[in-house]
């Protein structure tokens, strides 16, 4: 049923960036007909230890699809983006709410308009939840 849902979702969000492209609302239909999505559930667990200095959970890397829809625990800390200045970026998502990430794909099918994000996953201070744990 998630997996469903989300298949919804991606595509009425290509039907969105379609028209915020200014195409029409089909355009991106024909790269979706037998699509290639993922489904991932990533833990990571509490970490009892810190970790050492500049240890990351995710490296920093680039998502190779269209979109990536990430659906963030409220567990403050973690999830980082990189901005045109180089300098990272918590990503503070509202509650109840999604992240998108455009991938490789999605800056490539629309010339580098809209550019692929560069993120990570840092490993967020104990003292915030009294817990590292994520999901």
């Not at 901005?83 to 990430?101: C, E, K, S, T, Y």
């Amino acid at each position: 049923a998630w997996f469903d849902a989300m298949y919804l979702l991606c595509r009425r969000l290509m039907q969105l960036s379609a028209l915020a492209l200014e195409l029409p609302d089909a355009y991106f239909d024909v790269s979706h007909r037998e699509p290639s999505l993922t489904l991932r559930f990533v833990n990571y667990p509490d970490q009892p230890e810190a970790p050492r200095e500049g240890q990351l959970r995710y490296g920093a890397h680039h998502d190779y699809g269209g979109l990536t829809i990430l659906r963030p625990d409220q567990a403050p800390g973690g999830l980082q983006v990189c901005g045109l200045d180089g300098q990272w970026r918590d990503v503070n998502a509202p509650a109840d709410a999604f992240v998108i990430n455009v991938g490789d794909l999605m800056a490539r099918w629309t010339n580098d308009r809209w550019r692929s994000t560069l993120h990570r996953v840092i490993n967020p201070p104990r003292t915030l939840t009294g817990s590292t744990r994520r999901l």
